[in-house]
């Protein structure tokens, strides 16, 4: 069975989070290394072939927010064996952003997110009251990476701050995707 690897997001997850939960409780899940506080889309593309490169076979990825960009960017860069992705509240980075004053000089995204599609089966689930990504746009990504969608309903950002601590339904979806 492959083993599956969780891609962090942007901030810490807590640790009632869904996939803080996941790297305790499920075997075979482990978190890709967060090198370094700040979002570097260039060291988490890296962290994440590395971790990639060292599976004895291909795993699963598990993402969550920014953690999908990361996957998505991977994609674009290398041709590693991906078993398969679920990628979670994806959000949009709109083309024409430019950093603020008060964000940190260190945050490094991607000036485009890779919207080509992945090389590997992938599901999307996205949330209709996401407040980093409108509906239409988690739909737009999963169209474009060629994923399934699935529709999380009012789910907000899919994280603790929504009430997404444990989460049977994303336990079902990952099992599906280690078949």
Not at 14 to 30: A, M, T
């Amino acid at each position: 069975m492959p083993s599956v690897l969780l891609v962090p997001g942007r901030g810490i997850a807590r640790s009632e989070h869904w996939q803080e939960r996941w790297s305790r409780e499920l075997p075979d899940c482990r978190w890709v290394p967060r090198p370094g506080r700040y979002f570097d889309i260039v060291t988490r593309v890296a962290a994440l072939h590395q971790a990639i490169a060292a599976e004895p076979e291909p795993p699963v990825l598990v993402a969550h927010s920014g953690g999908c960009v990361t996957v998505a960017q991977w994609a674009a860069e290398h041709r590693l064996p991906v078993h398969a992705a679920l990628l979670v509240a994806p959000p949009y980075l709109d083309p024409g952003w430019t950093p603020g004053p008060d964000d940190p000089p260190e945050e490094r995204f991607p000036a485009v997110v890779h919207t080509g599609r992945l090389p590997f089966r992938t599901v999307v689930v996205a949330s209709r009251t996401d407040p980093w990504a409108t509906y239409e746009q988690s739909v737009s990504y999963a169209s474009g990476w060629g994923a399934v969608l699935v529709d999380a309903g009012d789910a907000g950002h899919i994280n603790t701050a929504a009430g997404y601590g444990p989460w049977p339904v994303g336990v079902r979806l990952l099992a599906d995707l280690l078949r």
